[in-house]
């Protein structure tokens, strides 16, 4: 008994020291990335990125459904800011954390090493007046989209739309020129076999049955055996907005106003 206890002892503190190494080490984390400039880090990180990254954010990180990232730093951004971003993910968009078990610091920091040599590739300035792109916003958007809370529910809270999508992205989303659509507003249309015809948003389905908010922004569910079509619809219910509906100036305000908006610092990790 004595020589069992002796054992449970044992393991019971090597679990300790285990977890109180892995909370010193996490805590000692570098705030400033101990591999930028080394070579064979960004060789591996351009691989890795190619691999994980450049699907949202583009083959030269300069963004297509992900943010660029090619001006984090020449914005004031730091390398253990980047990291907590890659490791947590950023709430509220697509951008999920990076699992320790299968994502190491050290691939992150290789990653991030090679993100670096492409930022200093001089950006253009921003252009457009974000005060007239809120007024926009207000007048042509606000009945779908919301931002902190005020706005509607059909389409996607855009409250850090700015921290999850790109200039170009956006505006060929404005324009009508982008085909992505977002898990959970996926357009569809149903008819009953009264010969309602509704559409809507997908926010859920199984084998028997579909719920969706309709363009009035209410959650309905159908049972499939009462409907006598159902549609998964090509085109978003957001309107194109061709230079008809909004000149290019305007375009130019809503988006600086846009990629202003990515939440308050109470709502990050």
């Avoid at 190494?21 to 996490?26: E, K, L, Q």
């Avoid at 990254?53 to 984090?72: E, M, S, V």
């Avoid at 697509?94 to 691939?107: E, F, H, S, T």
């Avoid at 509704?198 to 009035?216: L, T, Y």
């Amino acid at each position: 008994m004595a020589a069992a206890a002796m054992i449970v002892l044992g393991l019971a503190g090597g679990r300790a020291a285990w977890a109180q190494d892995r909370g010193s080490r996490a805590e000692t984390r570098p705030t400033r990335n101990p591999l930028e400039g080394n070579a064979q880090a960004i060789s591996n990180g351009a691989a890795m990125f190619r691999t994980r990254c450049a699907g949202c954010h583009g083959p030269d990180a300069r963004g297509y459904l992900g943010p660029d990232l090619t001006g984090f730093w020449a914005a004031g951004g730091s390398d253990d800011r980047m990291f907590a971003i890659v490791r947590r993910g950023v709430p509220g968009t697509d951008m999920i954390g990076a699992d320790p078990q299968r994502v190491l610091d050290k691939d992150i920091w290789q990653t991030l090493a090679y993100i670096r040599t492409l930022s200093a590739v001089p950006t253009s300035p921003p252009t457009g007046d974000a005060a007239n792109g809120e007024r926009l916003f207000r007048t042509n958007c606000t009945g779908c989209h919301r931002v902190d809370g005020r706005g509607g529910q059909l389409g996607p809270d855009l409250s850090r739309i700015g921290a999850a999508r790109p200039r170009a992205g956006l505006a060929g989303k404005i324009r009508g020129s982008a085909d992505f659509i977002r898990t959970g507003y996926e357009p569809v249309t149903l008819v009953t076999k009264e010969g309602e015809r509704i559409r809507g948003v997908k926010k859920n389905e199984d084998e028997f049955s579909i719920q969706i908010m309709d363009a009035r922004e209410r959650l309905q569910g159908y049972l499939k055996t009462n409907l006598l079509e159902f549609t998964s619809d090509k085109q978003s219910l957001m309107p194109a907005y061709g230079a008809d509906r909004l000149n290019d100036r305007d375009l130019d305000d809503l988006l600086r106003y846009l990629t202003s908006l990515r939440g308050t610092d109470s709502g990050q990790r």
